[in-house]
């Protein structure tokens, strides 16, 4: 059984060789080149490289621009006709540990979208320093201009999924999305998603030591606006967009209390949100499909378009081509 709270309901030259790179060796699909972006600009393509093309879709290492850092991660295109519905996967973890393999969005191509990932600056091969919220944020954001490129993605159905630590930059990013007056991210969805720093310190006090002073230089005393910028729970008020948020009951990594505190808060705010418990489940959600048995279905009412992007119609294939994963170690 599933407990559910229901709420409101990115030099002209350069890149235009680059392009031509791109389509000329069949990195693009659909014989479309990309709305352009001059090399070096934020969301800019440096490269995609197809590693895996399966039954129905292609998977390709990212290699784009944020803040004048290369940045490394994935994309996975359907080769279903398009407009298509697009996801920005935010991965958890930090530094290298969590870092990703691709097999992470696997579950969202196979059932029809396009999506890209971020590795984050500092990682996995990309440039710069982990800042954990900080600017990486721009990583997440850049994906936008990247997607848009794409000649497949139907800009107006964009979302956004997060695990951990990923639900966090994703609720920074909806923050972001408020403070601007952006709409470009219609729907997110988020797994054992970091809301509080302050309440993760609490559970697990050796992260200032092991996580947070390598990474902002201060303790929450000194520098409390480190933390409470990363803190969804702070600011439920500049959450406008559709939320679903997922949380096992035994994840002993981030509290479930944590999402509770925030549908609470995000609820007495008004705002659309839904809150989904997994009973018994740990952080990862490993024994359901990362969160995707639910997660789907959700994304398909918001993003769908009334096509069928089900988990258990695609599940065939999402089994499929994560064994690849699997077996490549890519």
């Known amino acids: ?3 559910r709270v229901n709420g409101l309901h990115r030099r002209h030259g350069l890149a235009l060789l680059a392009l031509a790179i791109l389509v000329i060796g069949g990195l693009l699909p659909g014989g479309a080149a990309p709305r352009a972006v ?8 440096e490269s995609l490289t197809l590693f895996h093309s399966s039954e129905h879709s292609d998977y390709y290492d990212l290699v784009y621009w944020s803040d004048g850092l290369r940045i490394t991660g994935y994309v996975g295109i359907p080769k279903r006709d398009g407009p298509r519905p697009a996801i920005i996967y935010n991965r958890g973890g930090v530094w290298d540990a969590g870092k990703l393999t ?14 890209a990932a971020s590795q984050y600056r500092g990682n ?10 900080g600017a990486d944020l721009n990583d ?57 720093l302050n309440m993760w310190i609490e559970q ?22 480190f933390y409470t910028e990363r803190s969804a729970l702070q600011w439920p008020h500049l959450i406008n967009t559709p939320l679903l948020v997922v949380h096992g009951a035994a994840d002993q990594e981030i509290s479930v209390e944590q999402s509770k505190l925030l549908v609470e808060a995000l609820l007495a705010a008004g705002k659309p949100v839904e809150f989904v418990l997994v009973p018994g489940a740990d952080h990862a959600l490993s024994a359901h499909w990362a969160g995707f048995t639910v997660i789907l279905p ?6 769908g378009g009334g096509e069928d992007l089900s988990f258990e119609t695609h599940q065939p294939a999402i089994e499929e081509v994560s064994r690849w994963f699997f077996l490549n170690h890519h």
């Open 1 to 3: 059984m599933i407990w």
């Open 204 to 225: 697990r006090p050796e992260l200032v030591e092991g996580l947070f002073l390598p990474i902002f230089g201060a303790g929450p005393e000194d520098a409390p606006r």
């Open 38 to 45: 001059a090399a070096g600009a934020n969301g800019a393509i």
């Open 140 to 196: 997440v954001l850049n994906l936008i201009t990247v997607l848009k490129q794409l000649p497949k993605v139907d800009a107006s159905r964009i979302g956004m999924v997060g695990a951990s630590r990923g639900g966090m930059m994703t609720y920074m990013a909806l923050k972001w999305q408020t403070q601007t007056g952006r709409t470009d991210i219609k729907a997110a969805a988020t797994v054992g998603g970091l809301a509080d």
């Open 102 to 115: 691709g097999v992470e969005i696997v579950p969202l191509v196979e059932s029809g979208y396009v999506v």
């Open 124 to 133: 996995a091969g990309s440039e710069g320093g982990d800042q954990f919220g």
């Open 298 to 303: 959700w994304l398909q009412d918001r993003l």
